[in-house]
């Protein structure tokens, strides 16, 4: 698969990541912090805001993954 067909996907993967994991991460606070304090609440939105780079992540390094050449 060509790099730039490559790149179109994951973008379009990425967005739609982060798309799902916003929506979420907003249901469960909705259905877990009105009751928590506010040292929870600060937890859940430093985990909820960067836990989405670990899926990320694999999606990431197969964009930028060259091409072989052919032998």
Known sequence: MRMRTRKLI???ALLLLS???TLLAM??????LPSANSLL???YYIV???GWV???MPLIAWMVKQ???PT
Do not use: D, H
């Open 10 to 12: 994951g973008t379009v």
């Open 19 to 21: 798309v799902v994991w």
């Open 27 to 32: 249901a469960l606070a909705q259905a877990v």
């Open 41 to 43: 609440a600060a937890v």
């Open 48 to 50: 909820a805001g960067t």
């Open 54 to 56: 670990l899926p990320a």
């Open 67 to 69: 091409e072989r050449k």
